[in-house]
């Protein structure tokens, strides 16, 4: 059994653990366990060492600007950057001051919404961990948005605005265009329409339509074209496609929220996660505009724990963690998945 294997589970067991004890604790001294659980999780991703695909781009990206190299850099990253730059071994204390503000927010939306529990649990389970130790400042963005997508349902876009527009300019471009989530429906849209829908995204997926027609209509934009496409992997042959059988695991998930959504009664979360599914299946191998998907996609971390507090049958609350923890250790154990979260090592190594 590897060390990656045992420290993902060690990792998942006393987060959760501690999360556990900190619900149980009634008085005011269960903040100490919440920041034993916090402490837990932030140091296993702070910690960590060449983990993730871009970790060595971002060591390259902090030796440029330690070296007064112009990048371009949203600025609130490459001040966190710059404070580091006095030191060789700068870039160890930007991973984990990234990790501290990414599960900081994290950690304060899953206490709102007292689901600590569970959050934890499928932050691990559903892979947001492993985005979080491979696309640093998306995944900070991503944390930040989904602690903001209260004030969507409060109605209070200046605030909404605020937030995401800061995290735009300072951690992560990508965060502006999360500017029109306001703007999604706020009621329950009607399940045979999501159901179609995502199995229409599938079939489309599955044959690789969407990846051809788009790869070639940006192809044929002149000088972009070329730029856009000795950079990305645009038209992508049914063959290459893989099994796909991870894409139709999602595709399950994201039915079943569907046919359960009046459980989790809270429209907002669900159709954000169910459009983001749908959009992230169609523009799957196009990494760019994938990973706008991910903002939405990644809300499953609340809409699942929500489902499960809500959800009164015993029977189908355990078979969708067993389900959830079966993933997750299928794809630690055979070091599958995209995000370069495999092997796991620490800068002490």
């Not at 569970?118 to 963005?141: C, K, P, S, Y």
């Not at 997508?149 to 605005?161: D, G, M, S």
């Not at 999604?184 to 051809?212: D, E």
């Not at 000088?223 to 893989?242: C, N, P, Q, W």
Request: aromatic residues 20%; positive net charge.
């Amino acid at each position: 059994m590897s060390f990656t294997f045992i420290i993902y589970n060690v990792t998942l067991l006393l987060g959760v653990l501690f999360a556990f004890i900190s619900e149980r604790i009634k008085s005011s001294s269960n903040h100490i366990a919440i920041i034993a659980s916090f402490l837990v999780v932030f140091l296993f991703v702070g910690l960590r060492y060449y983990v993730g695909n871009d970790y060595e781009a971002y060591v390259i990206l902090f030796n440029a600007i330690r070296n007064g190299i112009s990048t371009r850099l949203e600025y609130g990253y490459f001040l966190l950057n710059s404070m580091f730059t006095e030191s060789v071994n700068g870039y160890k204390y930007v991973m984990l001051a990234s990790s501290f503000i990414t599960f900081f927010f994290l950690f304060k939306t899953f206490i709102r919404e007292q689901i600590l529990v569970l959050g934890i649990f499928f932050v691990f389970a559903f892979e947001l961990i492993f985005l979080i130790n491979d696309q640093v400042r998306q995944g900070i963005a991503i944390a930040i948005f989904l602690y903001a997508i209260q004030f969507i349902e409060k109605r209070e876009f200046y605030k909404y605005a605020i937030i995401m527009v800061a995290t735009g300019v300072l951690i992560h471009y990508s965060a502006l265009i999360m500017l029109l989530a306001y703007f999604v429906y706020r009621k329950h849209i009607p399940t045979w329409i999501w159901c179609a829908a995502i199995i229409l995204g599938y079939m489309i997926y599955s044959r690789g339509l969407f990846q051809n027609v788009f790869g070639n209509l940006i192809s044929l934009i002149p000088f972009y074209g070329d730029r856009f496409g000795h950079s990305t992997k645009h038209i992508v042959a049914i063959e290459k496609l893989g099994s796909g059988l991870a894409i139709l695991f999602w595709v399950i998930i994201g039915l079943y929220i569907a046919l359960n959504q009046r459980k989790i009664n809270r429209p907002v979360l669900v159709n954000l996660y169910l459009f983001g599914t749908v959009f992230f299946i169609f523009t799957l191998d196009f990494h760019v505009i994938t990973r706008v998907a991910f903002y939405l996609v990644y809300v499953k971390v609340l809409v699942l724990p929500l489902y499960i507090k809500n959800e009164n049958n015993w029977t189908l609350k355990l078979g969708v963690l067993a389900v959830a923890l079966l993933f997750f250790e299928l794809e630690v154990f055979l070091e599958l998945g995209t995000h370069g979260g495999f092997p796991y090592k620490t800068i002490f190594e």
